[in-house]
């Protein structure tokens, strides 16, 4: 009988039982832990991470209207006013002084873009209402109309989003002025160039709310009436 030797394999698994086995062990005992993965900093993770797209409530104009006309106060009125109707932040409303205003322009110093300057227009209305309270309020051109701070200003804008039972920060104006000139069909340009001041496109984008299904139905049936 011939007999057919096979020679001797094993597999990953079975290379613990072997004599080498003793050497591997050793040798990944003997590992430095101290080194970290160089793909682990925090950098390359912030690379590849999945952006994530927030997502707010846009609210209505008809409770921004209610919200505005139920501030008594003329100063805490034209903060919300200008935040809602001209697209402002809360900072650019709180630094603004006397010398600033130009009718319905607003000239707005070392804004956040980084700019020397930027314009904001407002209604008429507004306007008018703002440089009365301004005059009445400032006695020197570099006089702060709205000399408080940032607290105070939440704090007002919050307590007007209480008078209609809603929770109400003052981004929430400066997003439901963009999202209601976008549906009222001022161009996307426009929008971000001269409401917002934004340096690009998509940046306007976010800041536009999702459309429910009620508000859909309700612009197709406007556009078919």
Not at 116 to 129: C, H, N, T
């Amino acid at each position: 009988m011939d007999i057919m030797w096979l020679p001797l394999t094993c597999t990953p698994s079975q290379s613990l039982t072997t004599g080498g086995s003793h050497e591997s062990l050793k040798s990944r005992n003997n590992l430095d832990h101290s080194l970290q993965n160089p793909c682990d900093a925090p950098m390359i993770r912030n690379s590849y991470r999945i952006p994530v797209v927030s997502k707010w409530k846009i609210i209505e104009k008809e409770t921004v209207d209610e919200i505005i006309f139920r501030t008594t106060k003329t100063r805490n009125r034209l903060i919300l006013e200008l935040m809602a109707r001209g697209g402002m932040r809360i900072g650019e409303v709180l630094k603004l002084r006397l010398k600033d205003l130009q009718d319905r322009k607003l000239i707005l110093l070392e804004p956040k873009s980084g700019r020397e300057q930027e314009l904001v227009f407002i209604p008429q209305k507004v306007a008018d209402r703002l440089r009365e309270y301004a005059l009445e309020v400032c006695k020197d051109p570099d006089d702060l109309i709205f000399p408080i701070s940032y607290e105070c200003a939440r704090v007002i804008v919050a307590k007007a989003g209480k008078l209609v039972g809603i929770k109400l920060r003052p981004h929430d104006l400066r997003r439901h002025s963009a999202t209601y000139a976008s549906r009222s069909g001022v161009p996307i340009e426009i929008v971000s160039k001269v409401i917002l001041r934004h340096a690009n496109l998509s940046t306007t984008q976010r800041y536009l709310g999702t459309i429910s299904d009620v508000e859909a139905i309700r612009w197709i049936e406007n556009i078919y009436w």
